[in-house]
């Protein structure tokens, strides 16, 4: 349970604070619009911190970066 835990905070540690918001929404299983609507930014920017996301944890997409953080 502990190295669940640190491997999850390892890798948020990775991302920026906004990043990381994001990130987690992900996990939660939100489509962009809907991120975008809750952070109250713009689609585009959220598809930017994704693409920035998926380059800093080495990954291809969304459904990866929520494994990666619910393990």
């Known amino acids: 349970p502990y190295t669940t835990l640190f491997r999850s905070v390892a890798l948020l540690a990775r991302l920026s604070e906004r990043e990381r918001e994001v990130a987690m929404r992900v996990r939660e299983g939100l489509r962009t619009a809907e991120i975008a609507a809750e952070l109250r930014r713009s689609p585009l920017t959220i598809k930017t911190q994704l693409a920035a ?18 393990r």
């Open 53 to 70: 996301i998926f380059q800093k944890l080495g990954v291809r997409g969304r459904t990866r970066v929520a494994a990666l953080l619910n």
